[in-house]
């Protein structure tokens, strides 16, 4: 059965350093969505993709955050001036359709900022 | 403004006990679309259902059971003999049709089975 992918599991980085959170989602699928999770709290929309731009976004996802599609398979998820604050649980989704379609989220990244 | 409301933070039954999970939601839009969510200890999401506003009819699938009530604004979660591997994080989330897929989460119901 297809299933999104994500690279790293888990990620360690220092404070104000670059990262770069990657994800594969279904092939068939052409929406894209990143959201992240802070510790034992709730899941937390972050951006969707849609046809190679950002279709909505949250106000979490500020000037630090940006999403690519660098070629047909990886989405990824840059944060470039990393915060303690941005430690969390990192989830990418993908979906066939759009808002009338299930998201399919891949096993998640943990970002450890030091 | 859109919102889900899951009022219990944590549930502890006892293996073969039925248990359900509550879930309330806010939405002005018509259409909209309702799921729920399952985060096992390992800490994916686990996606166990859709429904879309227009659909009212509840919903069986083996020991899962869900009740769709717009007149309450509700969609609850029934587990019917629980077992050990259903302890969880579960959580209700909401899309609407203007949206563009974004789903907007409650705070999650954490379910204990003990043997």
């Known amino acids: 059965e297809p299933e999104v992918t994500q690279t790293p599991s888990h990620q360690v980085t220092q404070m104000g350093q670059e990262v770069i959170l990657r994800c594969v989602p279904i092939s068939n699928h052409l929406y894209f969505y990143w959201y992240r999770q802070i510790l034992g709290q709730k899941v937390e929309f972050l951006v969707s993709f849609y046809n190679n731009e950002i279709s909505e976004k949250s106000e979490i996802f500020d000037d630090q955050f940006s999403v690519e599609r660098p070629d047909g398979s990886n989405f990824t998820l840059k944060i470039r001036s990393t915060k303690l604050e941005d430690s969390a649980m990192y989830f990418c989704?993908?979906?066939?359709?759009?808002?009338?379609?299930?998201?399919?989220f891949g096993p998640g990244t943990r970002l450890t900022v030091l | 403004a859109q919102k889900v409301t899951q009022a219990q933070t944590e549930i502890s039954v006892v293996e073969k006990e039925d248990v359900t999970l509550d879930c309330v939601y806010e939405t002005r839009d018509t259409t909209y679309y309702l799921f729920w969510y399952k985060q096992p200890p390992s800490g994916e999401l686990v996606f166990l259902i859709r429904r879309n506003s227009f659909d009212e009819q509840n919903e069986i699938s083996g020991r899962y059971s869900w009740n769709f009530q717009k007149s309450t604004s509700s969609f609850n979660f029934t587990i019917t003999a629980s077992q050990v591997v259903d302890s969880a994080v579960y959580f209700c989330?909401?899309?609407?049709?203007?949206?563009?897929?974004?789903?907007?989460f409650g705070k999650g119901t954490k379910l204990s089975v003990k043997p």
């Open positions: 989330a909401l899309s609407v049709r203007r949206s563009q897929g974004n789903l907007i």
């Open positions: 989704a993908s979906s066939e359709v759009g808002q009338t379609d299930t998201q399919y």
